[in-house]
């Protein structure tokens, strides 16, 4: 079971992830959440599933656990643009 003073960040806020946050919520998790389309992070701020959303990579500094719902392609191009 996971600790509930992780830090998740969920990449990507479309229908997976949306719903991986709605979950992780309802579960009493605190979850950030991050995406490249402001309407989808202003949604799930309004819905209560993300403490905190974003459109740039801020959020993964302080996270514990990282839940990419990326494509599979855009997940290896957007690794290749972010990886350090």
């Known amino acids: 079971m996971l600790s509930k003073d992780l830090e998740i960040t969920i990449v990507g806020l479309g ?6 946050a ?4 309802e ?4 979850v950030n ?9 202003q949604y799930a701020l309004e819905k ?8 740039d990579l801020h959020l993964l500094e302080s996270s514990d656990i ?3 719902t990326l494509y599979p392609l855009v997940l290896k191009e ?4 972010n990886g350090k």
């Open 78 to 81: 957007w690794i290749r643009e």
């Open 33 to 41: 959440g991050i995406d490249i389309d402001e309407a989808a992070v």
């Open 66 to 68: 990282v839940i990419s």
């Open 48 to 55: 209560g599933w993300i403490r905190e959303g974003s459109t």
């Open 22 to 25: 709605q979950g992780f919520y």
């Open 15 to 20: 229908l997976l992830g949306g719903s991986y």
């Open 27 to 30: 579960a009493g998790y605190a």
